[in-house]
């Protein structure tokens, strides 16, 4: 089972990026034990109006991403998502939130989308309940709320548009619903959230993590001498993408 399942959740910082840009991605991540969660699609949503009080139809989670992929096995994902990232306990991201994403084909993407209009619907109208008085509205809490908008970002449709490059069914997610806040200000406690102001017009959600939350660092040997530009990680903490991924013989890159 290990050759099939890794005890680490990596998160790559290389998407969209070229090296440059993902080193400093990765340095900016470890010096100040931040990760940023981003904006992405979670399917599950039919409609495009905001979630507020009274609907939960957001498109978007903020979220942060993470791979189970064996290093091994990296090789075809790391030609979409890059060479460098940072490998985190999955123990830990467990305890934070971290969740493995909930596969599900196009058929039951449509059934949970028909129960989130279901559940809007009985947010629009009055809802009569034995317990409740004649005519008085249900009101779902925002515990409910939040529960159903976690859910609705750990969905994802499998094989999305016929493309395998959904982390090839690996994928875990923390989702900012998750986690605990601290109120107004950026996290500073371990395994918190926080906001972090806005940027381009949406909220900058964080997550703090622990030093010894990483079990390593991963980048190609063309940085490897850079390391020391990482420095309050150990030198043992730190891998080489080559010798991991591709599997090439380590002397040739020391």
């Known amino acids: ?18 090296d440059e ?9 470890i010096s100040k034990q931040i990760i940023y969660l981003s904006y992405c699609p979670n399917y599950a949503t039919p409609i495009d109006n905001p979630t507020t009080r009274n609907n939960i139809n957001d498109k978007e989670t903020m979220m942060v991403c993470f791979t189970d992929l064996p290093l091994k096995n990296s090789k075809e994902f790391c030609s979409k998502f890059g060479s460098f990232g940072v490998g985190f306990k999955k123990k830990k991201m467990i305890e934070y939130g971290a969740n493995p994403v909930l596969y599900t084909t196009s058929k039951h993407i449509d059934r949970i989308q028909n129960i989130n209009t279901l559940i809007n619907k009985l947010l629009e109208e ?17 515990e409910q709320l939040y529960a159903l908008h976690d859910f609705f970002g750990f969905t994802q449709e499998f094989s999305y548009k016929e493309r395998d490059e ?38 900058r959600c964080e997550m703090k993590f622990s030093l010894d939350d990483i079990d390593y660092i991963i980048m190609p040997k063309s940085y490897f001498k850079r390391r020391s530009e990482i420095s309050i990680l150990t030198k043992d903490k730190f891998l080489i993408y080559e010798v991991e991924v591709e599997g090439k013989w380590w002397k040739k890159f020391i």
């Open 166 to 203: 959904n982390y090839y069914q690996r994928e875990w997610r923390l989702n900012y619903a998750t986690l605990p806040f601290e109120a107004g200000k950026g996290a500073e406690k371990v395994g918190y959230g926080g906001m972090r102001g806005v940027l381009g017009g949406k909220f």
């Open 21 to 29: 840009k993902s080193f400093e991605i990765l340095k900016n991540i």
């Open 126 to 142: 009055e809802v009569e309940r034995e317990w409740k008085n004649e005519m008085e509205r249900y009101q779902f809490t925002s």
């Open 1 to 18: 089972m290990d050759n099939y399942i890794s005890k680490t959740l990596i998160h790559w910082t290389g998407r969209g990026n070229d």
